[in-house]
């Protein structure tokens, strides 16, 4: 199982709605990532989580909140965004410093900020 | 991605051979990944190679690593329609911590 998945696929918010991305893995990886995506662009960091720490946080606007309440959910809270954030949201697990570097990504979460 | 470049199109007829070039600039990247974008999806991990390799073939693809120039490549044997995609060259720092993506190749496969 090579799967990372997220949902929801899509999401419509408004800018006073508070939402949150799920991403999930079972393949034992200890490091988690989440990337922002514009169109026509390549994947941008913003956090990652190694062994459910907080270890790079991008400069990310505080309205971008993530969780990672166990080594195989990474949850990303959304709050008061802006239209400027819709993009595609890119989850990513590998195994981090201790092992192997296969870095696989989920198919993303397609935000529409109104 | 402005650490690690790559041409933005290239167009082949099916059947031809294609090849995407990337070139980075961490010499301390210990592993450099393939990755294709079709609209609409995430990314998929087609390959990647580690940093004391040269070469690695798996099945269509064939990536070369010229670690002195910083410059990769990967070689789509018998390119097929399905490829049409982007292809997202990406170099690995800090031990797996961040993964840098150059802009993207687009690839278009003509019949």
């Known amino acids: 199982d090579t799967e990372v998945t997220q949902t929801p696929k899509h999401l419509v918010m408004g800018m006073t709605n508070k939402k949150s991305l799920k991403c999930e893995q079972h393949?034992?990886?200890?490091?988690m990532y989440w990337y922002k995506q514009k169109a026509k662009k390549p994947p941008e960091l913003m956090f990652v989580?190694?062994?459910?720490?907080?270890?790079i946080n991008e400069s990310v606007p505080s309205r971008f909140s993530p969780e990672c309440p166990n080594s195989s959910l990474l949850n990303l809270h959304l709050h008061a965004l802006q239209p400027e954030d819709s993009a595609l949201y890119l989850c990513?697990?590998?195994?981090?410093?201790?092992?192997?570097?296969?870095?696989?990504f989920g198919q993303g979460t397609r935000l529409t900020v109104v | 991605g402005e650490d690690v470049e790559q041409s933005l199109f290239l167009s082949v007829r099916e059947g031809d051979s294609s090849v995407i070039n990337c070139t980075y600039t961490?010499?301390?990247?210990?592993?450099l990944y393939w990755y294709k974008q079709e609209p609409g999806a995430g990314l998929q991990l087609l390959t990647y190679?580690?940093?004391?390799?040269d070469m690695k073939q798996d099945q269509r693809l064939t990536v070369l690593l010229n670690k002195k120039d910083k410059h990769l490549s990967l070689r789509i044997a018998d390119t097929q329609t399905g490829d049409s995609a982007i292809y997202f060259c990406?170099?690995?720092?800090?031990?797996?911590?961040?993964?840098?993506f150059g802009p993207g190749t687009r690839l278009s496969v003509l019949p």
């Open positions: 990513a697990s590998s195994q981090g410093r201790a092992g192997g570097q296969e870095a696989f």
């Open positions: 393949m034992g990886h200890r490091a």
């Open positions: 961490d010499s301390s990247s210990t592993y």
């Open positions: 989580y190694s062994y459910e720490k907080l270890s």
């Open positions: 990406a170099e690995s720092r800090n031990y797996g911590q961040n993964f840098v």
């Open positions: 190679i580690f940093s004391n390799m």
